[in-house]
């Protein structure tokens, strides 16, 4: 069954460092999504991407996130200077249509030092 | 008054009894409702995908949505202590984004 991947599982980095996260979604699905997660607190919306645009941002997707899909398979969260804030479980997710299940990858727990 | 509104639990039941989650939200509109699980430490898992009121069933689980209440449900039958998981309300809003309740920790003891 095909699944959304990411990578890495664990990334630790220094305050300030940048940092990529990378996301496979699953191979037919055109709208892509960040989600985060923060240790004990609920799953939040950061980014919607469709037909190399951004559709929808919160208001935590700053002008410190930027997301690309640099191939026809990789779609990247970019994190410019990490804050002690930023720590958290990230979550791609891929759907079909715009009102389609949404499916999850195992996510990547970021900490930032 | 938060969006979606989930009791944290622990709902610890035996192994077998049926499980009821309930789950409020405040936006009439909200039209898509998900229920989604999340083991510890992992990814979301969709478990339901229900359209406006009315109730839709997949082998022991079971949604009801009745949006003139803005309550939602989901039944467990024959509950395992596999099903032990943090069970999230999530409806879709307008612009399609998932809204993530904080979810109901449920244990199933064997």
């Known amino acids: 069954e095909p699944e959304v991947t990411q990578t890495p599982s664990h990334q630790v980095t220094q305050m300030g460092q940048e940092v990529i996260l990378r996301c496979v979604p699953i191979?037919?699905?055109?709208?892509f999504y960040w989600y985060r997660q923060i240790l004990g607190q609920k799953v939040e919306f950061l980014v919607s991407f469709y037909n190399n645009e951004i559709s929808e941002k919160s208001e935590i997707f700053d002008d410190q996130f930027s997301v690309e899909r640099p191939d026809g398979s990789n779609f990247t969260l970019k994190i410019r200077s990490t804050k002690l804030e930023d720590s958290a479980m990230y979550f791609c997710a891929s759907s079909e249509g715009q009102q389609d299940t949404q499916y999850f990858g195992p996510g990547t727990r970021l900490t930032v030092l | 008054q938060k969006e979606v509104e989930q009791d944290p639990g622990p709902l610890s039941v035996p192994e077998g009894a049926i499980v009821s989650l309930n789950c409020t939200y405040s936006n009439s509109a909200f039209q898509y409702f998900m229920w989604y699980r999340q083991y510890s430490r992992k990814g979301p898992e969709l478990l339901m995908y229900?359209?406006?009121?009315g109730n839709k069933e997949d082998g022991r689980f079971t949604a009801q949505v009745d949006k003139s209440s803005k309550y939602i449900s989901l039944f467990i039958r024959d509950s395992q202590p596999s099903d032990s998981a943090t069970y999230l309300c999530v409806p879709m809003d307008s612009s399609y984004k998932l809204i993530f309740g904080s979810g109901t920790r449920l244990l199933v003891r064997p």
């Open positions: 191979s037919n699905h055109l709208y």
């Open positions: 229900t359209y406006s009121s």
